[in-house]
């Protein structure tokens, strides 16, 4: 199965702040999808297709990549952004989840 | 409004047997493929089965291989997991999902727990 490796694993951010997470897929993958889970709620999209924009979700958040690398971006970080984020492949099967960035509010 | 709830969680022994249950609403079951993914207390997201719109194709991590199964009624529009030979480690919330991008839609989760 295709691992995905999510960096860093924590980091803090400053309201303001331009923020970047990263997955790197073990074998070439089509897409990436990203979720963002708050506490205990169910996991909510922010992009598929690599850089698609879910419906509802702020446009400060962008996605990029091609082949085993593949990124998040938040372009001016929001208290409210504080959450975990998950990278999802759904190219091999089975499909696998990245373990996750903790991302926190400064 | 799509919904996806998710019944039929609780406390069972190790080596015990569960299923559970997702009632599907909102919009034409039988036309996509389902999922299940589940989160162990503090732990991160793994996914468990899939299946695809008709039945016929399933798909399992490998953690659960063997031992649980995914199906699905259509004509009542609900999708199932039959869990058996449950371990400790299946401990978890469990998510009844529709995780295909463009048509993404998650249960709130049901919890089960395996222990003596």
């Known amino acids: 199965e295709i691992v995905l490796t999510q960096s860093p694993t924590t980091m803090a951010a400053s309201p303001g702040e331009k923020v970047t997470l990263t997955c790197l897929a073990s074998?070439?993958?089509?897409?990436m999808y990203w979720y963002q889970q708050k506490s205990s709620a169910s996991p909510k999209l922010l992009i598929y297709?690599?850089?698609i924009l879910a419906s509802g979700v702020p446009d400060r958040f962008s996605g990029s990549g091609s082949g085993t690398s593949y990124s998040l971006t938040i372009s001016s970080m929001e208290a409210e952004d504080a959450a975990i984020y998950y990278c999802?492949?759904?190219?091999?099967?089975?499909?696998?989840f990245g373990s996750g960035t903790k991302l926190e509010i400064k | 409004e799509v919904q996806l709830v998710e019944s039929g969680g609780g406390l069972v022994q190790p080596g015990r047997s569960l299923k559970l249950s997702c009632a599907a609403s909102?919009?034409?079951?039988?036309?996509?493929?389902m999922a299940w993914v589940r989160q162990a207390p503090t732990k991160g997201l793994e996914w468990v089965a899939s299946?695809?719109?008709?039945?016929?194709?399933?798909h399992y991590g490998d953690s659960v291989k063997g031992r649980f199964t995914i199906s699905r009624d259509n004509a009542k529009s609900t999708l199932y997991l039959q869990m058996d030979s449950l371990r400790s480690e299946d401990t978890a919330t469990y998510y009844c999902?529709?995780?295909?991008?463009?048509?993404?839609?998650w249960g709130q989760g049901v919890m089960v727990t395996v222990s003596s």
């Open positions: 999902a529709s995780p295909w991008g463009d048509f993404d839609y």
């Open positions: 909102g919009f034409t079951f039988s036309d996509y493929n």
């Open positions: 299946i695809s719109y008709g039945g016929s194709n399933t």
């Open positions: 074998s070439s993958v089509n897409y």
């Open positions: 297709y690599t850089s």
């Open positions: 999802l492949q759904l190219t091999s099967t089975p499909p696998t």
